[in-house]
């Protein structure tokens, strides 16, 4: 027998996917068959930040189950409106650093550029959840500052496509931003941070594969999954797809309570993402985002986890334990 090296599914359009997701904490509830005694909280914390979810995300979910992990990092809670010392709108400090419009330069030699300011997935624990999008969405005509700002600072040799997820952009757009910015001769990598090829793998066409891989620059991919319920059959195939394109595949997740923290759901995962041809590279503690303080992991318990960690993987498949801290000059190693 010849072994399928292509799925025998049909993929839907990325477009049509994206404009078919779950908005409406009802649906999600009747879909999942979930305790409808919980959809009162779960509405009032959709009203301050909407729930967004795609459908291929919400059919690897168990019925039934409000602890089920991704579930868990969609699903709008009560928790989310009470106030807690230390979580602010703008915990990284992407405000102070944003000099034009929808760029962000924090860190040496390389800047990030807000491309979209949209997600096809609003996870209840964003650090951007409060974000400013409305400030940072320039036009065609309006991203040549962003250019011109790159192009004047020859220390940046690396440009970080961000948002909202950048892959929520057409094609088209994308590709024009990045033939502009591949003509800076200075700028040596893209890195493009995204959830969309694990929520909605569609998203990964054969235009995306060639403006992401038809320019001169370096491409990385950065991807973010929590846990290895997220990867199904589909999700592997276009990463397969991503890596037969010459793309560098790397993946950051968060720590959650509740979702990852512990030591199983952690190796699992590690193991699951390098069998897809992925390397676990940052596990971030939370962002002290105001309205995702339920999710937060204690620092020593993060501490404890990374050394059991060391103790039961080999150490390329143990991610960074590190945590974003405004004004520093970099991710902060525990």
Known sequence: MIPRTVPTWQHPRWQDELADLIKD?????????????LLPAATLAHADFALR????????????????????????????????PGYQHDPVGDLDANPVP??????????????????AINCRYCFRRHFPYQDNQPNRKQWQAAVDYIAADPSITEVIYSGGDPLALANKQLRW????????????????????????PSRIDDECLEWLSQHRLQTVVVLHINHAQ???????????????????????????R????NIDALCELSETLFQAGVLPYYLHLLD????????DVPTEQA?????????????YLVPKFVQEIAGKPSKVPL
């Open 25 to 37: 904490p009802r649906e999600l509830f009747e879909l999942l068959e979930l305790d409808l005694n």
């Open 53 to 84: 979810v795609p459908r291929a995300f919400v059919r690897r979910m168990g019925k039934g189950d409000p602890s089920d992990p991704l579930l868990m990092q969609v699903l709008p809670l009560g928790e989310e409106l009470d106030t807690s």
């Open 102 to 119: 929808g760029l962000i330069h924090k860190y040496h030699g390389r800047v990030l550029l807000v491309a979209a300011g949209n997600c």
């Open 177 to 200: 931003l990045t033939e502009t910015i591949s003509e800076i001769p200075h700028v040596q990598r893209l890195r493009v941070h995204t959830r969309l090829p694990v929520v909605a």
């Open 230 to 256: 997220e990867i199904d059959d589909e999700v592997r195939y276009s990463l397969q797809r991503l890596q037969q394109a010459g793309i560098t595949l790397l993946n950051q997740t968060v720590l959650l």
């Open 258 to 261: 509740g979702v990852n923290n």
């Open 288 to 295: 002290k985002v105001a309205g995702a303080q339920h999710f």
């Open 303 to 315: 501490k404890q986890l990374r050394e059991l960690m060391l103790n039961r993987l080999p150490g």
